[in-house]
């Protein structure tokens, strides 16, 4: 199997976790088994007062209390890189899943090793916790809950629906080495469909697959009933890491059959306007044009409102197109 992208999208667990979060709105309740409180610079020690709890959400980040954001990560197959990275942002007022891919070759901030490096390389200098950082300090994000899968868990979860049903057109085709036409793909086929890239539309292409896979799946996730979800939660568990434990899967069960049918989803993707380039590394790269604007675009898609850059977002820009030249 190819080393590369990996599309990771276990919706059904993910739905469970949207629907805690929703519960939580309603019942005014606190999850405990949290990840801490999002530390975006080393160089500050952080205790659990408020005073220092409301200068970091002053400072650092875009907080609204009705919207919760969750980091959706795929790994590669040494589990090294995150790959696959969504924002699943669910508002708790318009019960709406607003899903942000970003691409992986996006130049960015890595805040522990203190360089700038493609944003999935993230994961490898920390593993989810890390990426969670960096992708609130390169986005002004207040991001506390994340999900990670591997390659089991994206083929269980189209076996365990039937298949994913698609017409693989003549350049997906090339890619994997079949026949154009309509077909309903296994796990496997849909990983590799859903990881293609070089004659597919690129990362781009990639991440629209990945996107309409997801929709597919949380599509048919509607039909099953609170037994069924039970039984495949725990069955996917051992192969996700995940901020959340298996009770806060249990907790949402009573609650699927009420909110199941009253989401609405939306789809972006970050950057929404880079240029693809080759930097002093050799490597290519997606330079945000500029990070500051694509940063803007994505908190008026999750926010529906304008956002004022802080501080680290402008540094972070500034070394973008210093080391880039891209503007």
């Known amino acids: 199997m190819k080393k590369g992208l990996i599309i990771l999208i276990p919706m059904l667990i993910v739905f469970s976790f949207i629907g805690i979060k ?13 990840v801490e409180d999002y530390k975006p610079n080393n160089n500050i020690v952080y205790n659990e007062n408020k005073e220092n ?49 970003v691409m992986r070759d996006t130049l960015s901030y890595i805040p522990t090793s203190n360089t700038y490096q493609k944003l999935n390389h993230s994961y490898m200098e920390g593993g989810p916790e890390e990426t969670l950082l960096a992708f609130n300090e390169n986005f002004g994000l207040d991001i506390k809950d994340y999900v990670v899968f591997d390659y089991d868990s994206v083929i269980d979860i189209i076996d365990f629906m039937g298949g994913y049903p698609t017409y693989v057109t003549s ?49 048919e996730a509607k039909d099953l009933d609170t037994f069924e979800l039970i039984k495949f939660a725990g069955k996917l568990l051992p192969s996700i890491k995940t901020s959340y ?83």
């Open 171 to 219: 350049n997906e085709a090339k890619d994997m080495e079949i026949s154009e036409g309509d077909y309903t793909l296994d796990g496997k086929d849909t990983l590799t469909y859903m990881r293609i890239r070089y004659n597919s539309g690129g990362d781009q292409g990639r991440n629209q697959r990945q996107r309409d896979v997801m929709f597919y799946i949380m599509e």
């Open 53 to 101: 709890k409301e200068v970091l959400e002053n400072i650092f980040i875009a907080k609204e209390e009705h919207i919760e954001n969750i980091l959706v990560m795929g790994v590669d197959e040494g589990g090294e890189r995150s790959d696959v990275m969504i924002v699943a942002s669910v508002n708790k007022e318009d019960k709406s899943v607003k899903l942000t891919s």
């Open 245 to 327: 434990t298996l009770m806060d899967v249990k907790d949402l069960m009573g609650l699927y059959d009420v909110i199941k049918n009253d989401m609405a989803m939306e789809e972006y993707s970050f950057p929404s306007e880079y240029k693809g380039k080759i930097l002093n590394d050799n490597l290519w790269y997606a330079v945000p044009k500029t990070l500051e604007s694509n940063v803007k675009t994505m908190h008026e898609n999750i926010h529906g409102s304008n956002y004022e850059l802080n501080d680290k977002i402008i540094e972070i820009n500034e070394e973008i197109i210093r080391r880039s030249g891209v503007e």
């Open 22 to 34: 929703f519960y939580n709105a309603q019942e005014n309740e606190t999850i405990n088994n949290k």
